[in-house]
């Protein structure tokens, strides 16, 4: 049996095991049902089971307790939570506690087939790699190798597995795009599109049209049938870009889309099935938004299923000279580039507002500006250095009352860039003590 994609279904509702009987009844699925949460976990025991079906609510011991058994026992098993309408919010709990996905009663035939073929080429695909050995990672874009990026890794290739919605948070330009690519590489849609949507980008007149497609006619200039972005990633993943810039109107439309896995385009009466992925991401605080009425909280509920946190690049240090030489490489791909060591200390020191992509564009503009072939710290920003200067700080060579008062003095001058009427008054003195101080250390 461990050849045959098995199900386990637990539902206290014998008439729903029926239909799913009939509805799973040709291959390659095997079914199991019980009515008897508590048995399924003997039957856990007992069988081969690929994935369960979980209805939520149950009389006694319910599905959010049942799954915690499954989860806590049973690892890498995959888990549907089955809620009636409106359980979407305990449906996402779920998810977090460890269910992949969940499906809301009574769902149509169509749309269990299709989620279930997805979690089926799954496991196909897991079975696969452990046969051919392969590695965990493989997606080269995403560059780093610090402790906080490892773990990041790591989450991608576990949400890749699952076909849930995920929201991807993080500082502009820290690479959410490259994060959603990496878990669009994972996935069993890797062969299928990739489409990604920039919503700050589109005019919100635009906006739906270029989302949901339109008929020919549908409105003025509308001279030909477009399908639109959400029907181009068919059978791949659909990337939102900056998801909280999407308006209100059109999170209603969208929320309709990830429940039915349908688009009905502008000027037309007729909807059309999609198999997509949806990946979104933002740098708002999606939360404090729907706390102020600006975004759907029904539509955050759906987008948060999965969430992953992007670290700023200051929270990855370690990363610096190792993106700082992709980038190198990356602009300079014939001729080899290096780096002095002052300069890469002065990288490593900066505290990089604009995270990944500044690091990017600083090495651009280095490499522009460079003579010969290594970059020094002539050619970098003003900004990086000032700030390093800003930020450095002397420490007395030994415990004498002479080292900290050339202590106190170096940090001054450094704070204040040489000023001495600054210097003088960060130190408490006179300039004519100043002076005499300067003179007796023979610091100019």
């Not at 206290?12 to 509805?23: G, K, M, T």
């Not at 081969?48 to 006694?60: A, N, R, Y």
């Not at 696969?128 to 050995?133: E, F, I, M, T």
Request: charged letters at 25%; hydrophobic letters at 40%; proline letters at 5%.
């Amino acid at each position: 049996m461990e050849d045959q994609f098995t199900i386990l279904a637990i539902d206290d509702d014998p008439a729903l095991l029926r239909s799913l009987q009939r509805i799973l009844s040709a291959e390659p699925y095997r079914l199991i049902t019980t009515t008897d949460p508590e048995q399924a976990l003997s039957l856990l025991e007992q069988e081969s089971v690929c994935l369960v079906l979980l209805d939520l609510k149950m009389p006694g011991r319910g599905g959010m307790a049942i799954l915690r058994d499954i989860t806590s026992l049973y690892l890498e098993m995959t888990v549907i939570m089955l809620t009636g309408h409106g359980g979407v919010k305990e449906a996402v709990e779920a998810i977090k506690i460890g269910a992949a996905d969940f499906l809301e009663k009574p769902c149509p035939p169509d749309i269990l087939y299709q989620r279930l073929a997805t979690y089926h080429a799954i496991w196909q695909q897991k079975r696969s790699n452990r046969k051919k050995g392969e590695q965990l990672f493989s997606y080269a874009g995403l560059i780093g190798e610090s402790p906080v990026m490892q773990t990041l890794k790591s989450l991608i290739v576990r949400v890749a597995a699952s076909d849930a919605t995920v929201l991807i948070q993080g500082e502009s330009g820290t690479g959410k795009e490259l994060v959603a690519r990496a878990v669009h590489h994972h996935s069993v849609r890797m062969q299928k599109p990739f489409v990604p949507v920039d919503c700050a980008a589109i005019t919100e007149s635009m906006l739906e049209s270029e989302l949901f497609g339109h008929e020919k006619g549908a409105f003025t200039g509308a001279d030909k049938l477009t399908v639109g972005l959400i029907r181009a990633a068919e059978g791949g993943t659909l990337f939102l870009d900056e998801i909280g810039e999407l308006p209100l109107n059109m999170q209603a439309k969208f929320l309709r889309t990830l429940q039915e896995f349908e688009v009905r385009p502008v000027g037309s009466t007729k909807t059309y099935p999609v198999d997509i992925r949806v990946i979104a991401a933002t740098n708002q605080n999606l939360a404090e938004e729907v706390a102020r009425g600006a975004f759907r909280s029904d539509l955050y509920y759906r987008l948060s299923a999965i969430s992953l946190e992007l670290p700023s690049l200051h929270d990855r240090a370690l990363d610096i000279a190792l993106l700082a030489r992709h980038f190198m490489k990356h602009f300079c791909p014939q001729q080899p580039v290096d780096i002095s060591p002052d300069a890469l200390e002065l990288l490593e020191c900066y505290s990089w507002p604009g995270n990944v992509r500044e690091l990017e564009n600083v090495i651009r503009r280095a490499i522009a500006l460079k003579e010969g072939d290594r970059i020094g710290v002539s050619d970098l920003p003003a900004t990086i250095v000032l700030e390093k200067r800003e930020t450095a700080v002397f420490r007395p060579v030994d415990d004498s009352l002479v080292a900290y008062e050339l202590l106190a003095l170096k940090n001054a001058l450094t704070k204040s860039e040489s000023n001495r009427r600054e210097t003088a008054s960060l130190l408490g003195i006179s300039e004519a003590t100043l002076y005499r101080k300067l003179k007796q250390f023979n610091l100019s």
